[in-house]
């Protein structure tokens, strides 16, 4: 048993899902909340694509309505996706069975901010991600060297949003 995956004609991997499900394969088909504006949808997180657990007989999956075809390998055996992929998305779901993407940063790495609010409140320094626990990573001046403190991004400014130089940073 592995898992693989297959190509679903457009628009078409509900009923893929439901087809396959129908002939015995396993599916999975992760799915994500999108929010655009104030309009809220479930959508599929690989558009014409579904994975598929394979046991046996895999050429019936190239038959099965909604399939447009089975990802092969140059051995004309179908593709393994390993289970440590499914296993990681499967655990990002929460309990509603969709996936949860990180939230984009507002900042770009290197770009220059300045603290708005807090114990750094005034200082102005270089944005340097966000590693961990939600919190921004950023590199000021103190002490005439560059220090990295983490902080609320929500707490942070773009300061006209110019990107500085990587070896700046360093």
Known sequence: MFWSVAVTKSANEQRAA???????????????LSRMGKETKVKILFPRYIFIM??????KVNNTFG???????????????GDE???GLKMREDNK???????????????NIRVANGP?????????GM???DRARVLIQMLGQQVPIELDESDLVSTMGAV???????
């Open 18 to 32: 439901l087809n396959l499900a129908r002939q015995g394969f396993v599916s999975y088909l992760p799915k994500y």
């Open 120 to 128: 750094f409140s005034g200082y102005d320094g270089l944005y340097d």
């Open 67 to 81: 399939i447009s075809r089975l990802i092969l390998t140059n051995e004309n055996t179908p593709a393994i996706v």
């Open 97 to 111: 069975g969709l996936i949860s993407l990180p939230v984009p940063t507002k900042f770009k790495s290197g770009e």
């Open 85 to 87: 992929i499914i296993k």
């Open 131 to 133: 590693p961990a626990r």
């Open 54 to 59: 394979i046991e046996s007989q895999w050429h």
């Open 164 to 170: 500085a130089v990587a070896k700046e940073v360093k």
